[in-house]
């Protein structure tokens, strides 16, 4: 089975559709599909006639699974009675990956595929990459600045800017009154509603979960939750420090990132946003595609040095990101952290310059890259 996880309204429907436009789509939120799924895996194969020849497997794509209380029983259960005869797809917006963190009843029954918004590199190149990293290539300026204005979700993306806005609202109520209701038995989602509602505010900044608690009125232990539970939504992500011990690395705090950049007005955290975005995509692309172990992390040290971002290749660093809107200036923690951890490569990221036809990675130094020509060659 492919399961295919990402925020909702990311296309996840639309990419299913396109792979097989005769797949049988069941959608657990839809009361008929629901009935059917409900009465077990035999009812369904039946429902879908998959005891007849056929040259080619019928495709199904089941939506929403998620949402029914022993989804992964059922579907267990039909991968096993029916999996030879069809092929299946499992979309969702949440718990897809659960089960990356414990034990697995599916494993070996299923690879996972996490969908992330538009990209720069998916803006040029539609192909699956077969390489970690393509050519530097220039996207045009008027389709960068429309990414970096309305986002990488497809609606607002292909919209205008009103439209976004009133689509960014929308999808904040249904995140908050709909898909945590779905997902969880919090009660109190007037607090929770306060609490996204500072996390938007402090996209690229520290995620302190005391500060966040006493903001909210609610103890520590629940902030940590509600982040993990806005985490599994995919409205936001954390990125947690880089050190060789696990343990000193938990104990820091992380990160925290919106998935959507558009709505955020300071042009810095904007900026780190929209770079933490892409990079982030990245490495989960290389993962599911089977390319190694990748990780996204930040660096800083007692001194109070910092790189925003540090992507890291089966246990090593490999190269090293500050962001910066405008500035030029070589920031020095780049050359430091590169001599502590060393990082291959070393960029400042700058989100002003213009598109440059150089390939990054050919130099070992620290230098400044425009954030047009690293992000190109990213999926």
């Known amino acids: 089975m492919a399961f295919l996880a990402g925020p909702r309204q990311v296309g996840k429907t639309t990419v299913c559709r396109a792979i097989d436009p005769d797949a049988r789509y069941l959608n657990f939120d839809d009361q008929d599909d629901r009935a059917l799924i409900l009465r077990g895996p035999k009812a369904v194969a039946s429902a879908l006639q998959l005891e007849v020849l056929r040259a080619e497997r019928p495709m199904v794509v089941f939506d929403e699974l998620h949402k029914h209380g022993r989804w992964k029983t059922f579907l267990k259960g039909f991968f096993d009675g029916f999996g030879d005869r069809t092929r299946i797809a499992v979309t969702g917006s949440a718990r897809l990956d659960v089960y990356r963190r414990g034990g697995d009843s599916l494993m070996g029954r299923y690879f996972l595929y996490r969908m992330s918004p538009f990209s720069v590199g998916e803006l040029l190149r539609q192909d699956v990459p077969t390489e970690l990293l393509a050519g530097p290539e220039q996207l045009s300026p008027e389709r960068l600045q429309q990414l970096w204005q309305r986002g990488g979700f497809p609606e607002p993306f292909l919209r205008d800017a009103r439209f976004g806005n009133r689509w960014r609202e929308l999808r904040r109520q249904q995140l908050v009154r709909e898909d945590v209701r779905d997902l969880s038995q919090v009660k109190e989602l007037g607090q929770l509603e306060v609490m996204e509602g500072l996390l938007r505010e402090r996209s690229g900044r520290s995620l302190s979960y005391t500060e966040l608690a006493n903001n909210v009125n609610v103890t520590v232990d629940t902030a940590r939750r509600w982040v993990e539970l806005l985490t599994q939504l995919h409205h936001g992500f954390v990125i947690r420090p880089w050190f060789k011990s696990v343990t000193k690395s938990l104990r820091k705090e992380p990160k925290w990132f919106l998935t959507d950049w558009s709505g955020i007005e300071d042009e810095g955290a904007r900026t780190e946003t929209f770079v933490a975005c892409h990079l982030r995509k990245a490495v989960q692309v290389w993962e599911d595609l089977g390319f190694g172990r990748f990780e996204l992390r930040y660096l800083r040290d007692k001194n109070q040095r910092e790189v925003d971002f540090c992507v890291i290749r089966d246990g090593k660093p490999w190269f090293l990101v500050e962001v910066k809107h405008g500035a030029t200036q070589l ?38 890259v425009p954030a047009a020509t690293l992000l190109s060659m990213l999926p």
Do not use: G, I
Not at 347 to 358: H, I, N
């Open 331 to 368: 920031s020095p923690s780049l050359e430091h952290f590169q001599t502590e951890t060393k990082a291959r490569h070393a960029f400042q990221v700058v989100q002003t310059l213009p598109f440059q036809a150089a390939n990054p990675f050919e130099r070992t130094d620290p230098c400044v």
